[in-house]
């Protein structure tokens, strides 16, 4: 297997995807908790967390299968009403496309967030991949 080393912030890094080793389950929720945030199903087989929120942006976790069996933890913009609704979420977009699009919002929330890829990788919980 190839590895690639791609670098947050360029464009190839918005090919980026983050795929789970393992299926959803109550373990994974457990395993993937950010912020004090836990993942929930939010419909069947698609599980959604707040990444980042403020007053003018807001980025949700997406956990789905979106690639053959693979899970995929991706992003959505989310809009928010009544402070804490979620009324809409954007289609996926590509781990590194959503981490790039909150570097021009907050690069410290950014660096953050690629931690805790990093730290999941470090794990064996999920690996990063090039979309083909």
């Given amino acids: 297997m190839e590895e690639h080393e791609v670098t947050p912030g360029t464009e190839e890094f918005e090919k980026m995807v983050f795929k789970l080793s393992e299926e959803m389950n109550d373990n994974a929720i457990e395993t993937l908790a950010y912020n004090g945030n836990k993942l929930e199903e939010i419909q069947e087989g698609i599980y959604a967390m707040p990444a980042y929120v403020d007053d003018n ?3 949700f976790f997406i956990v789905s299968r979106l690639i053959k069996n693979d899970w995929i933890i991706a992003f959505a913009e989310a809009t928010i009403e ?10 996926p977009i590509p781990t590194g496309q959503g981490l790039n699009m909150l570097g021009t919002h907050s690069p410290d929330d950014a ?11 470090d794990a064996n919980r999920g690996e990063w991949r090039l979309i083909q």
């Fill in 57 to 59: 942006f807001n980025l």
């Fill in 82 to 91: 009544n402070e804490n609704e979620v009324s809409d979420l954007s289609d």
């Fill in 111 to 121: 660096n953050q967030l690629l931690k805790y890829f990093e730290t999941l990788a």
